[in-house]
């Protein structure tokens, strides 16, 4: 009767622990260039094309990794099960998930009487919130009584049946109650039901010991439809007894899990019962039962993808207690290396196995070449799961003259964009002037991350600058630079107006009417909407005009900004105002932004350098950057400008407008300095004192202060 079973319980990851629930929001769309947190392609890397082995990923993809790079692999039937994402409800639907929807639908059918939601989680100790009900209870529920519906039971039976199955859900949140039971009288398939559902209400209720109990009376009774799980399920009871009040529940537990791997006919309950028991060895035996799943994972073939998930689990628990795990098998000390040890173990280990794993490893964290780790990494084959990992590293370890044509060579071969994107990287590292470093610097997005998930790119991607050519650009680049750079035939568009916009930001604070001037046609083609108030500043006769023409472009463009950004920077359009402060600019810590953990791979904890540029030119960009630091915040010189504009030229219809903006300015800048409060006082006051009539003024309700958020 497998296909009736109502499985009332969840799955044994819920029913062990709480499920992680994530921060809230808001959260910003990441663009990513190479995966942060694990493969884009998870199907492409559990089929064992590893592309870029990536320390920092989470350690699942880790012990993919060893498998494949050791020759073991991973076969169909785990690669399916390690891709399936488990059914898990909405957190954040106060109605409850999908499935607990559908039984919610389903029960009315009968004619029970509707209910809008049903909670699937309960508090149980110490305000730690645990998934009690998972999606499977709900689902099952649902397909039982769809059966009983079609078999043509009794209505006034079936909605005898929805209401004591109503009393097992409320138990899922809270005291709900247990159902009662069925005399004599009651058709057969009722009481053998009711039995089950007393049952399962003493499970979610808490009452542990009273649903083993009856889940064993259920396993006696051979008439019982539930009769085959009814052992199974006993186990569970006593398991969520162990996580819950009595650790020393957990001999019981094992001893009835024994039982049920012992009898043949619960075979289908078997890979279930194995996975508790590994849990049950993981908390009564940690270090037994790692090293244990550990060797599992170092020889057997297949079946291997809960004994990962388990092995990856108690890996990261002795992590986050700050433990440290048995390193005695070999994939347990590849991993920890991997993740944490930048010395010379991993060569160490290379040299006295030479195995492929380690010599992964021994690239990956080498910062300088080993002759024979290098004539090792050259014969890895295309063919390998470790290539471009491989590759990667060793074109990383030569001389930059040697590594140049090869690392050419590799970008003229097809391979996945994230992967791409970080040899691009290295090309970069290597270029010889402004020209070459401006040809590897734009970037194909490969994903993105919107605070819950990555997901790969679809469509057509857009090109930006990774965090490594932002911060050159942004440091190291003088003004002439970035202005070639507005120009490059190597950078599309987005990239150009991103240069452009920088420059003119730059010009107006530096004080560079030339370069300002020169760099206006470029900016206004490529951002037409900036056309107007460009063509006011290139028309102003004197420096006084031309400072507040600046201003009022800047006022009306909270986007206008002296810097390179990485991915596709500010998300809010550049004339539009950024409700969460992101206008115009800040330039504390600005020049010191550290790379992303991909990229980590190629610089290996260096900051990115152009290593071509004179002396001359490293000296003109710190100059450069000192005097942008010394000029006024932007909230202050746009407030400053537009009150001594008003006070020379009081008749210009743009004043009023132009003081509301400032005063707005203050309010949603990202920061301010010592004058900025003075100068957006003055703002207001003026606004109100002179064009109080106007539209502006009434829009100017109040002054904000700088600091004040």
């Known amino acids: 009767m497998a296909k009736t079973i109502l499985i009332l319980f969840v799955l044994a990851g819920a029913l062990i622990a709480p499920e992680d629930l994530s921060s809230c929001g808001p959260f910003e769309t990441e663009h990513l260039f190479a995966s942060k947190r694990g493969p884009l392609d998870q199907a492409r890397y559990f089929g064992g094309r590893l592309d870029i082995v990536e320390p920092h990923y989470p350690r699942i993809y880790l012990v993919a990794a060893y498998r494949y790079l050791s020759g073991l692999g991973l076969s169909a039937a785990d690669q399916k099960a390690l891709l399936t994402r488990p059914a898990g409800p909405d957190y954040w639907n106060p109605?409850?998930?999908?499935?607990?929807?559908?039984?919610?639908?389903?029960?009315?059918?009968?004619?029970?009487?509707?209910?809008?939601?049903?909670?699937?989680?309960r508090i149980y100790d110490q305000n730690?919130?645990?998934?009690?009900?998972g999606d499977d209870a709900f689902r099952n529920a649902a397909a039982v009584l769809g059966e009983h519906f079609r078999a043509g039971r009794n209505h006034d039976d079936l909605r005898a049946w929805v209401a004591a199955q109503d009393q097992v859900f409320a138990n899922c949140s809270g005291a709900g109650g247990v159902p009662a039971p069925l005399g004599a009288g009651a058709a057969s398939w009722m009481r053998a039901d009711r039995a089950y559902q007393i049952a399962a209400a003493k499970f979610y209720g808490g009452g542990f010991d009273g649903a083993a109990s009856d889940f064993l009376l259920i396993a006696a009774d051979r008439t019982s439809p539930w009769h085959g799980i009814a052992p199974y399920l006993a186990a569970r009871a006593l398991i969520r007894k162990t996580t819950l009040v009595d650790a020393n529940a957990a001999a019981a537990a094992q001893d009835q899990l024994r039982k049920v791997l012992a009898d043949p006919d619960a075979a289908q309950w078997h890979a279930s019962a194995r996975g508790l028991m590994r849990y049950l060895r993981m908390r009564t035996d940690p270090?037994?039962?790692?090293n244990e799943m550990a060797h599992a994972l170092e020889t057997e073939k297949t079946g291997v993808a809960g004994i990962m998930n388990d092995y990856r689990l108690l890996f990261d628990r002795l992590d986050n207690h700050q433990q440290n795990p048995p390193r005695d098998a070999d994939i347990t000390d590849w991993i920890a290396t991997m993740q944490h040890d930048a010395d010379d173990h991993a060569l160490a280990k290379w040299r006295a196995t030479r195995s492929l794993p380690w010599l992964v490893a021994a690239l990956t964290w080498a910062d300088k070449p080993d002759a024979e780790m290098m004539a090792a990494a050259a014969r890895v084959g295309e063919s390998s799961p470790a290539y471009l990992t491989v590759e990667l590293h060793r074109l990383r370890l030569l001389p930059a003259d040697e590594a140049r044509p090869r690392l050419d060579a590799m970008l003229s071969r097809k391979m996945p964009v994230a992967a791409r994107n970080l040899f691009l990287a290295e090309r970069m590292r290597v270029a010889r002037d402004w020209d070459e470093l401006l040809r590897f610097a734009p970037r194909t997005e490969a994903g993105t991350f919107d605070g819950v998930r990555e997901e790969a790119t679809t469509g057509r991607p857009a090109r930006y600058f990774d965090e490594d050519a932002a911060s050159i650009l942004d440091r190291q680049a003088p003004l002439a630079v970035l202005r070639q750079a507005a120009q490059s035939p190597w950078l599309?568009?987005?990239l150009q107006l991103e240069a452009a916009r920088a420059v003119w930001v730059r010009s107006i604070m530096l004080g560079d009417v030339a370069m300002a001037k020169d760099i206006a046609p470029v900016l206004a083609s490529l951002a037409p909407y900036l056309q107007p108030q460009l063509e006011g500043y290139l028309a102003a006769p004197v420096?006084?005009?031309?400072t507040f023409a600046a201003a009022w472009l800047l006022l009306n463009n909270p986007g206008m900004r002296p810097w390179i950004d990485a991915g596709p920077g500010r998300g809010t359009p550049t004339p539009r105002i950024d409700s969460f402060r992101?206008?115009?600019?800040?330039?504390?810590?600005?020049?010191n932004l550290p790379v992303n953990a991909p990229l980590d791979l190629v610089y290996q904890g260096a900051a990115p350098e152009a290593g071509f540029l004179s002396k001359a030119e490293r000296d003109q960009a710190r100059q450069e950057r000192q005097r942008m630091d010394a000029f006024p915040a932007a909230a202050t010189f746009m407030a400053q400008q537009a009150v001594e504009w008003a006070g020379t030229h009081p008749g210009d219809p743009?004043?009023?407008?132009a003081l509301h903006l400032a005063v707005r300015g203050v309010r949603y800048v990202c920061g301010g300095d010592g004058d900025t409060d003075r100068w957006a006082k003055r703002a207001f006051r003026l606004l109100h004192v002179s064009y109080a009539k106007t539209e502006a003024a009434r829009q100017t309700p109040y002054w904000y202060q700088a600091g004040a958020r």
């Open 543 to 546: 420096e006084k005009s031309r």
């Open 287 to 290: 270090p037994g039962a790692f």
């Open 492 to 494: 599309p568009a987005n």
């Open 128 to 133: 730690e919130l645990t998934l009690n009900c």
């Open 95 to 121: 109605q409850g998930g999908g499935a607990a929807q559908d039984w919610l639908r389903m029960r009315v059918t009968v004619g029970a009487p509707a209910m809008d939601h049903v909670d699937q989680f």
């Open 582 to 591: 992101d206008n115009w600019w800040c330039l504390a810590n600005r020049w």
């Open 654 to 657: 743009r004043v009023p407008e």
